[in-house]
């Protein structure tokens, strides 16, 4: 071969391949090479919540909730808006109104406020405590009664267990974090 020949095979391009005979519409959903429909277009993803309540058999919602060390068990039904914490009424076991509106605020969420009676029996901790894990519990109970709260609940963080806990005392230490003052004489 000559040089001639040489730069010639080099700057010439490949021959372009030949048109397809059929061509696709935009948005088509037909596979390119066996022309059935693709699998991401006949199955589209369904995002389906985890229920963490339970439905019994006469239709009672059930909601555990968990704060520190508090645990709270919950029952709502459709009623009339009864409200008994540790058979109190809601004003008599929170005397502050921000517990109260703590505990209220999924319902107030959800628009429901005096549509279910609600019972709880909670345990362990101080108000606040009780207070949250109460909140989480009303939450998970009115979600297995109408699971399209499930959206709403999660973006005001109802649904969402607050995992703090006290820090344990370390030897050495007054608490767990402070310790004894240093005298330097």
Same mark, same amino acid.
Request: charged residues 25%.
């Given at each position: 071969m000559s040089e001639e020949e040489v730069v010639n095979a080099v700057e010439t391009p490949a021959p372009a391949p030949a048109p397809a005979t059929?061509?696709?519409e935009a948005g088509s959903t037909e596979n390119l090479f066996s022309g059935a429909p693709t699998?991401?277009?006949?199955?589209e993803p369904v995002f389906e919540p985890v229920l963490r309540g339970k439905l019994d058999k006469?239709?009672?919602?059930m909601g555990t909730g968990r704060r520190?060390?508090?645990?709270?068990?919950?029952?709502?039904?459709?009623?009339t808006g009864q409200f008994s914490i540790n058979g109190?009424?809601?004003?008599?076991? =929170? =005397?502050?109104?921000k517990h109260r509106e703590t505990v209220m605020a999924p319902l107030k969420a959800a628009d429901?406020?005096?549509k279910y009676d609600i019972w709880v029996r909670v345990e362990g901790g101080g108000i606040t405590g009780q207070a949250g894990a109460m909140l989480l519990g009303i939450s998970r109970a009115l979600e297995v009664l109408n699971p399209s709260l499930h959206h709403m609940f999660s973006e005001h963080g109802f649904l969402t267990r607050d995992g703090r806990k006290v820090e344990r005392k370390k030897y050495g230490f007054k608490k767990a974090r402070r310790s004894f003052q240093f005298s330097k004489r």
């Open positions: 059929e061509t696709l699998e991401a277009a006949a199955a006469f239709g009672v919602a520190k060390t508090s645990v709270a068990r919950v029952r709502v039904k459709p009623g109190r009424t809601l004003e008599d076991f =929170c =005397c502050v109104e429901v406020v005096g």
